[in-house]
C-alpha cells in the first residue's frame, strides 16, 4: 500500500505571496491531518480533515486554511506569507480504530525570502 | 494545553552505550505513541502504549507508559549509528485530538 504523498517537496516562496500545498492520504483513510515543524516552536497541530469537513483546529491564524477533497486528498493553503512561515509541513493521515497512529508523508519544505 | 515535555533534548552518546528519554505531562493520555524522524523526512511511528504501566518492546527499544498515563520512556540498549534520529512522543486525549512532545535529537556516534 503506497504511503502518504506530498507535493511540491520543496518550494521558495516571497513575503506577501500565497501557496498551496498538497497531501494524498493512504489508501482508505479518511482523516489527513497538517503539522507545522520549526526547530523553536517544533511540531505544531494545524487542522485535521474527515470526510470533507474540517474536525480539529490548531492555534494558527486565518492566513492558514485547507480542504479535503472527496477521494481524501487535501490541500492547505497559506495567503499573505511571512518569514516566520518557514518550516517543515507534515501531512498524516489515519484510518478506521483510530488510537492516535498517524501516518506521515515526507513534508514540504518552505522557504519564505 | 496538553503540553509533553521531553528530556533531555539533545543527546550525544557513543555506539554501543544505553540511553533513556522521558516523556512528561501533567495531563492524562488514553494512549502515547512514540515517533523517529529523520532528516528530511517525516515522522515513522514505533510504537503505542494504551494501558498505564505497560511496558514495549522494539529490538532494542523498550517503552514504557507510566502507571498514572501521564508520562512515558524510552529506553535503548546498545545504541547504533542508526538509531540517530529526532524521538517525539504523542499523547491522544479525547475529541481525536494529538498532542506532539517537544522531541529529543540523538546523535550516536560511531
Known amino acids: 500500500k503506497a504511503g502518504v504523498t506530498q507535493t511540491p517537496r520543496y518550494l521558495i516562496k516571497t513575503r506577501g505571496q500565497q501557496v498551496t500545498l498538497s497531501c494524498s492520504p493512504i489508501?482508505?483513510?479518511?482523516?489527513v491531518s497538517w503539522y507545522q515543524q520549526t526547530p523553536g516552536q517544533g511540531l505544531q497541530f494545524l487542522f485535521e480533515?474527515?470526510?470533507?469537513?474540517?474536525?480539529n483546529k490548531g492555534n494558527f491564524p486565518g492566513r492558514f486554511s485547507g480542504r479535503q477533497f472527496s477521494n481524501s486528498r487535501s490541500e492547505m493553503n497559506v495567503s499573505t506569507l511571512e518569514l516566520g512561515d518557514s518550516a517543515l509541513y507534515l501531512c498524516a493521515s489515519r484510518g478506521t480504530g483510530w488510537r492516535g497512529e498517524q501516518y506521515f508523508g515526507p513534508g514540504t519544505r518552505l522557504t519564505v525570502t | 494545553t496538553q503540553l509533553l515535555e521531553q528530556s533531555p533534548q539533545f543527546l550525544s552518546i557513543q555506539e554501543g552505550e544505553n540511553l533513556t528519554v522521558y516523556c512528561n505531562s501533567s495531563s492524562v493520555f488514553s494512549s502515547l505513541q512514540w515517533y523517529r524522524q529523520e532528516p528530511g523526512e517525516g515522522p515513522v511511528l514505533l510504537v503505542t502504549?494504551?494501558?498505564?504501566?505497560e511496558v514495549k518492546k522494539l529490538k532494542r527499544l523498550t517503552f514504557q507508559f507510566g502507571d498514572a498515563r501521564k508520562d512515558s520512556s524510552l529506553h535503548i540498549t546498545a545504541a547504533q549509528p542508526g538509531d540517530t534520529g529526532l524521538y517525539l512522543c504523542?499523547?491522544?486525549?479525547?475529541?481525536?485530538?494529538?498532542?506532539f512532545g517537544t522531541g529529543t535529537r540523538l546523535t550516536v556516534i560511531p
Open positions: 489508501s482508505g483513510h479518511r482523516s
Open positions: 502504549v494504551v494501558t498505564g504501566g
Open positions: 504523542a499523547g491522544e486525549s479525547g475529541a481525536n485530538n494529538l498532542f
Open positions: 480533515y474527515f470526510s470533507e469537513t474540517q474536525r
